[in-house]
């Protein structure tokens, strides 16, 4: 079974730029979808961004044009570029596999 493990949160400005890790064990994660998403204090957890096996990607309006996310199959990991952060995306960023979910990474964009 796979096993998901976030990285690279933390605090920054508004403006600012963080890039996120999600580093997965197990032999599948090259013919698996990898999918970010969002949960911020009293909301429900919210969709992000996906991308494919075949590198085919997808984005949430609120993070279009400002986030990006890409895959290494061959370090198994998949990556949440973040730019331009606004107040609104502070959460815990979580990065979902075929069935398992990490246990999440921080992110706090202030004013």
């Known amino acids: 079974q796979e096993q998901l493990v976030e990285s690279g949160g933390g605090l920054v400005q508004a403006g600012g730029s963080l890039r996120l890790s999600c580093a997965a064990s197990g032999s599948i994660f090259g013919r698996v979808a990898m999918n970010w998403y969002r949960q911020a204090p009293g909301k429900q957890r919210e969709w992000v961004a996906g991308?494919?096996?075949?590198?085919?990607?997808n984005y949430a309006d609120s993070v279009k044009g400002r986030f990006t996310i890409s895959r290494d199959n061959a370090k198994n990991t998949a990556y949440l570029q973040m730019n331009n952060l606004k107040p609104d995306d502070t959460a815990v960023y979580y990065c979902k596999g075929l069935t398992s979910w990490g246990r999440g990474t921080q992110v706090t964009v202030s004013s």
């Open positions: 991308i494919t096996s075949g590198g085919t990607t």
